[in-house]
């Protein structure tokens, strides 16, 4: 006797009354002379989709479903509803051409159901990923710590939908812009993968997710910038942009193959962190008036050096923009461009057809008054750069040195001649960052005596006294659990601490005899520019930093 499946049976009754709904509309599209479209065999575009708000589409029992270029797809249970007519003409009034479709109620279903997977996030256009602002605004509100944005990102990863990955994506980045974190590392390991934000220098733990999930992030981002996708043993580089109300901001994209998966990191381009005025970096004053002096000056060379992440980039644009006017040319060769500045040429070089050497040869055929190159990386370079302070140019460039007085000798060992040195650097520079306590929650006790005898010797050695704070026995610190302000860290934003060597008679005297990095620190003493430990010591005795900070930054058991 056979056995009555009741689940089987009522599958299916439902398969046949779609198939005799399906046959029907198809039937009545030949009636109203329009073409039928079955929206279980068509992949609904969710771009198209979008084109109308859910609740109208639902109202008029519309949806669109296809987009190409301006040609779009609208599929109606009933063509002859004048509330489809009235979409119709909506769409048509904003340039579209619409293609009419006649479907099924079960097909309008499948398509409306694509709107719980519209995420607020789009790629747009190639390499450009928008965000609109209700949708930034939203999440913005929700982040009040680095708590909140592992909690919105494991949310959007069980959401185990078609969209998470984007949304995933949209909770990285506007976490990453609420947090003001300059990268995004995605660091995979066995069994997990880690996801860290560089807030003010320092990498912080956001949370750990599964390598399926990552694996699909990966290619998402690869895709946004432009990268190969089946290419995962080779290092990688691109860039992509987010669009937040109109705005535009870059992020560079660097994928290492890995021993678990490619590592990833994603550094945040945010125009308004490199919009730091020259008064705002950090300059001790009577320094920032003498490097404007020089920055006013028509030609000469002024070298600003440090690691990777030191300020130098924000440094150099602070002095571009103070110098910058309708009466000057500006040229920068640069490796990206990572900022854009209105009233400079900007161009970039190419590994194999325009270099910092090239470039700066055909800048100088440009009739420039200023050029900024961004580094000085060989010897070819250095002696175009030279020549061009020489003859008449300012010149804007970074070194990798580890001190002001180190400029110097490696200029010498790039091959310049050290008898011209002196008729061509203005100044040479060196900073690092240190991080800011936090105004609302930071915390001054007495230094102890260990600190204590630390910043009297760097106070002993700084020639100029009128720069030390009156109160030099309390020391401030990071409270240990921060406040609502800095996002429980203790510390909120960066500033410079800088040292800088002009040059002098005495300078240019010692340069003859190809000397060391001492020999012309201690000849650049009577300046009475503090060097950088002292700088720091200045500033955590004003309460700017703590003594931690500064040790993490710089070598504090060296005078």
């Known amino acids: 006797m056979p056995v009555f499946n009741d689940q089987e049976q009522q599958k299916h009754i439902e398969f046949l009354k779609r198939r005799e709904e399906e046959e029907l509309a198809q039937m009545l599209s030949q009636k109203y002379g329009v073409e039928y479209a079955d929206l279980s065999l068509v992949a609904v575009n969710t771009d198209a989709l979008r084109l109308i708000p859910e609740a109208e589409a639902r109202d008029a029992e519309a949806a669109v479903f296809g987009k190409i270029g301006k040609r779009i797809s609208l599929a109606a249970r009933a063509p002859e509803n004048p509330k489809v007519k009235l979409l119709a003409k909506k769409l048509r009034d904003r340039g579209f051409e619409v293609a009419l479709y006649m479907t099924s109620q079960e097909s309008l279903k499948r398509a409306f159901a694509h709107y719980a997977e519209l995420s607020y996030a789009t790629q747009s256009t190639a390499g450009v990923f928008e965000l609109s602002s209700e949708e930034l605004e939203s999440l913005l509100a929700k982040v009040h710590g680095l708590e909140d944005i592992g909690k919105l990102i494991n949310e959007a990863i069980e959401l185990k939908r078609a969209y998470r990955i984007t949304r995933i994506l949209e909770v990285i980045l506007a976490g990453g812009l609420s947090t003001s974190a300059s990268d995004i590392h995605f660091e995979p390991e066995e069994d997990k993968v880690r996801l860290r934000y560089r807030l003010d220098g320092v990498l912080v733990d956001v949370l750990t997710f599964d390598h399926e999930t990552y694996k699909l992030l990966l290619s998402r981002l690869k895709l ?101 006017s309708t009466g000057t040319k500006i040229i920068t060769i640069e490796d990206p461009i990572e900022y854009h500045l209105q009233g400079l040429v900007q161009t970039q070089v190419d590994k194999k057809t325009y270099t910092f050497a090239s470039g700066l040869r055909s800048a100088l055929r440009q009739d420039p008054d200023i050029i900024m190159v961004g580094e000085i990386r060989d010897s070819e370079v250095a002696e175009t750069a030279i020549n061009a302070a020489l003859t008449g140019h300012l010149v804007f460039s970074t070194l990798h040195t580890n001190n002001a007085a180190g400029s110097f000798p490696r200029l010498i060992d790039l091959g310049v001649d050290e008898k011209v040195l002196s008729s061509s650097v203005n100044v040479a520079m060196a900073q690092r960052l240190v991080r800011k306590l936090c105004t609302a929650c930071r915390i001054k006790r007495p230094a102890t005596d260990d600190e204590q005898r630390l910043i009297q010797k760097h106070l002993a050695a700084i020639t100029d006294k009128s720069l030390v704070p009156a109160e030099t026995d309390k020391v401030w610190e990071a409270a240990p659990q ?55 010591v200045i500033k955590i005795l004003r309460g700017v930093s703590s003594l931690e900070e500064l040790r993490r930054v710089v070598d504090l058991d060296t005078v």
């Open 224 to 324: 946004l910038s432009g990268l190969k996708l089946n290419v995962t043993s080779e290092a990688q580089d691109g860039r992509f942009s987010i669009k937040i109300k109109g705005d535009e901001m870059e992020l560079r994209t660097s994928v290492l193959p890995g021993n678990y998966a490619e590592t990833l990191v994603l550094r945040i381009l945010n125009p308004k962190s490199i919009g730091v005025p020259l008064e705002e970096l950090g300059l001790e004053e009577k320094l920032r008036l003498r490097i404007e002096k020089e920055i006013a000056k028509p030609n000469g060379m002024i070298l600003t050096t440090g690691p990777t992440g030191s300020g130098k980039t924000t440094t150099l644009y602070a002095f571009l923009r103070k110098v910058n």
């Open 482 to 536: 921060g406040c609502p302000e800095c996002s429980g860290r203790g510390y909120k934003g960066r500033i410079g601490i800088f040292e800088a060597v002009f040059m002098d008679s005495a300078i240019e005297e010692i340069l003859r005899t190809k000397p060391s990095e001492r020999e012309i620190a201690r000849a650049a003493l009577p300046q009475g520019i503090p060097t950088m430990p002292q700088d720091g």
